[in-house]
């Protein structure tokens, strides 16, 4: 019983976060400016990060979650680049 | 449907608490980011994808930490980390991007946005003339 709850929870977040994953591709490919575009991939970074400890719950193992980790300090890192790119044309001054 | 097979001796109410959090958080994040494929200006859409990061990834985490939890008979917390992290992360990156965006609108001259105050004017090098 509680297996079936557990599989079926699993699989239905798994779904709605690759469903959000493509929704936010569609706007990073839709634009229609930069600034959607930089603000879809950092959602996507999100998103991807959410789903591979999903990931990792179903199949229980740590390495997921280190993944995940990783993730979101690039996703954090590259949307700040881009921002400032946006912003002064430039990364580094 | 494949059964979980690590998650043997999971009792009843972990798995309804994993599976509730797990839902609420996929969702919450499904709706956040329908809402930013749909609403029609950029300084709509940049609200919408915080509700994945605020109780998405905190519906998520909680989730994967009374699993794991469970399933070792000990503490694991580890996961409150990416918790931290996304939340102290996404103000900054956010409120980067809304400035740059307000920045490329003011330099294009784009009505729809307000004025740059006099204060910021001054603060810049350029002198407020006029007001």
């Known amino acids: ?93 | 449907m494949n059964v979980i097979e690590h998650a043997g001796d999971l009792p009843a109410w972990a798995a309804l608490a994993v599976s509730f959090f797990l839902v609420v958080g996929a969702g919450l994040t499904l709706t956040g980011t329908i809402g930013f494929a749909r609403l029609p200006t950029f300084y709509e859409r940049i609200h919408a994808p915080t509700l994945g990061t605020s109780w998405g990834t905190g519906g998520i985490v909680m989730a994967s930490m009374i699993f794991f939890t469970v399933l070792a008979t000990r503490p694991v917390v580890h996961e409150i980390l990416i918790g931290i992290f996304v939340t102290v992360t996404t103000p900054v990156t956010l409120m980067l991007l809304a400035r740059a965006a307000l920045h490329r609108d003011r330099a294009e001259g784009n009505p729809e946005v307000p004025a740059e105050a006099p204060l910021e004017r001054e603060a810049e090098g350029q002198p407020a003339a006029g007001d």
């Open chain 1, 1 to 93: 019983m509680s297996h079936t709850i557990l599989a079926w929870s699993v699989t239905i977040a798994q779904v709605f976060l690759a469903i959000a994953m493509a929704l936010a591709a569609l706007r990073m490919f839709r634009g229609p400016r930069a600034q959607d575009r930089v603000l879809a991939l950092d959602t996507l970074y999100v998103n991807s990060m959410l789903l591979l400890m999903v990931f990792g719950m179903r199949t229980g193992k740590v390495i997921y979650f280190e993944a995940s980790l990783v993730i979101g300090m690039l996703g954090f890192v590259a949307t700040v680049a881009l921002a400032k790119f946006l912003m002064r044309g430039e990364v580094i001054e």
